[in-house]
């Protein structure tokens, strides 16, 4: 093997990168790559130079303040509870200096967690964090930012926790997000739960599939939905959707259904047209 001054050398490096170690378990030479090595050191190793800040807020819309510090800041929040709301605000920005680094870790959730820059602007940071959640924060001194480094959200919630996802007189909406064109929202509880729609009708029109097996039993959609007049049905629906209408005036299947009688029956769209059947 060539001596070390024999090696041509290496004007960067990266994670993948080798070092020869000794390894006292094995006896003999192996290798590790700096991005083993990094790890090893992360937790092997505290940094000194952490001043730790430990609250314990008591009630919902709490507001943690971080004094000024020499040195990064490791805040450790032991809510007494899981609380709606909650606000940490940060040392003021003419305090912070360049590479400073803050660490958040959170005990309990807390549901709309807003991080306050003091004068300086954050970036990427949770709105939320839940039962042992946590995120990093490192500044930038030349553009007055605060810059996410890592997070975990945690656990939002259990079974018996509410996530509120709206204020007071606002829609509730559960919204998937991605690059795909198409994505599902599957609701699933645990065990022998249900989903419950609680003391609210359903409206007309929100469930899209034809059926659904609720309690093991295959029932049709179109029962759960509000009946509605046939003007009420609007223009036309994707294919296979169902409605129900009171004032059809004919009972043909699969006729065109038309408006001006009595009769009650179910409709299903075939993409054009509202169809009786």
């Known amino acids: ?9 290496a004007s960067s490096l990266s994670s ?17 790559s700096l991005s083993t090595l990094l790890a090893w050191f992360r937790s092997t190793f505290a940094d000194p130079e952490f001043t730790t800040v430990l609250e314990a807020p008591t009630g919902s819309g709490f507001n943690i ?14 809510p007494t509870g899981a609380f709606a709301a909650g606000t940490i605000t940060l040392p003021p920005v003419a305090d912070c200096f360049d590479g400073q680094e803050i660490i958040v870790t959170c005990s309990q959730s807390v549901t709309a967690l807003t991080v306050d820059g003091n004068g ?16 990093a924060l490192r500044f ?32 509730v909406t559960l919204l998937a997000s991605g690059a795909a064109a198409n994505i599902s929202i599957s ?18 029109g929100e469930f899209e599939a034809p059926s659904a097996v609720i309690d093991n ?30 004032d059809a005036n004919a009972t043909t299947f699969h006729s065109i259904v038309a408006g001006g009688g009595s ?10 047209n509202w169809r009786i059947g």
Do not use: H
Request: with cysteine; glycine share 10%.
């Open 1 to 9: 093997m060539p001596t070390i001054n024999q090696l041509p050398s």
């Open 16 to 32: 993948s990168d080798q070092l020869p170690v000794y390894s006292s378990s094995n006896g003999d030479a192996r290798k590790a």
């Open 65 to 78: 303040q971080l004094d000024a510090a020499s040195e990064s800041i490791w805040l450790i929040a032991n």
């Open 120 to 135: 300086a602007t954050v970036l990427g940071e949770p709105s939320a964090l839940g039962t042992g959640g946590f995120f």
């Open 140 to 171: 930038r001194e030349s553009q007055a930012t605060w810059y996410t480094t890592s997070q975990s959200l945690g656990a939002l919630g259990t079974v018996n926790d509410t996530l509120t996802l709206a204020s007071s007189g606002s829609d």
């Open 187 to 204: 609701l699933t509880p645990k065990g022998t739960g249900s989903v419950d729609c609680g003391s609210a009708a359903v409206t007309a």
């Open 217 to 246: 039993v295959n029932v049709d959609i179109a029962i759960l939905q509000t009946p509605t007049t046939v003007a009420g049905l609007g223009g036309a629906a994707p294919s296979g959707k169902r409605r129900f209408v009171t």
């Open 263 to 272: 009769n009650n029956v179910p409709v299903y769209s075939d993409g054009t």
